[in-house]
C-alpha cells in the first residue's frame, strides 16, 4: 500500500512538474567541494563523532566519514555540516 502512495505521489510530481524532494519527503542533499554539505528534509541526527556522522532520513541512515566535523546550521529539516569529507553511504533502514 505504502509503495503504490509513492508510485502515485511521483507520477503526480512529474506530471505537475513539482520537486520531487519536497513532495515525496526524500532527503537532498547538497555538496560543496570537499568542505561543506547540506542536507534537507533529514529526521534527525542519530550520531555526531569526530570520523563520522549518521544522519536519519526518509530513506533510511546516512553516513558520512571523514573528520574535522562542525555543524554550521541545524534548522527544521535543514542541516550544514563542515569539515573533511571523504564518503557519503545510503545505509538503509536498519
Same mark, same amino acid.
Given at each position: 500500500?505504502?509503495?503504490?502512495?509513492?508510485?502515485?505521489?511521483?507520477?503526480?510530481?512529474?506530471?505537475?512538474?513539482? #520537486?520531487?524532494?519536497?513532495?515525496?519527503?526524500? #532527503?537532498?542533499?547538497?555538496?560543496?567541494?570537499?568542505?561543506?554539505?547540506?542536507?534537507?528534509?533529514?529526521?534527525?541526527?542519530?550520531?555526531?563523532?569526530?570520523?563520522?556522522?549518521?544522519?536519519?532520513?526518509?530513506?533510511?541512515?546516512?553516513?558520512?566519514?571523514?573528520?574535522?566535523?562542525?555543524?554550521?546550521?541545524?534548522?527544521?529539516?535543514?542541516?550544514?555540516?563542515?569539515?573533511?569529507?571523504?564518503?557519503?553511504?545510503?545505509?538503509?533502514?536498519?
Amino acid at each position: 500500500m505504502e509503495d503504490k502512495l509513492f508510485r502515485t505521489k511521483d507520477a503526480i510530481a512529474s506530471k505537475l512538474d513539482l #520537486p520531487r524532494d519536497i513532495l515525496l519527503n526524500m #532527503p537532498k542533499i547538497t555538496v560543496t567541494g570537499d568542505n561543506e554539505i547540506t542536507i534537507e528534509n533529514h529526521k534527525g541526527v542519530i550520531l555526531f563523532e569526530e570520523n563520522e556522522v549518521k544522519i536519519n532520513s526518509s530513506l533510511g541512515l546516512i553516513s558520512i566519514s571523514g573528520g574535522e566535523f562542525e555543524i554550521l546550521f541545524m534548522g527544521g529539516s535543514t542541516l550544514t555540516l563542515s569539515g573533511k569529507f571523504r564518503a557519503i553511504v545510503y545505509e538503509g533502514h536498519e
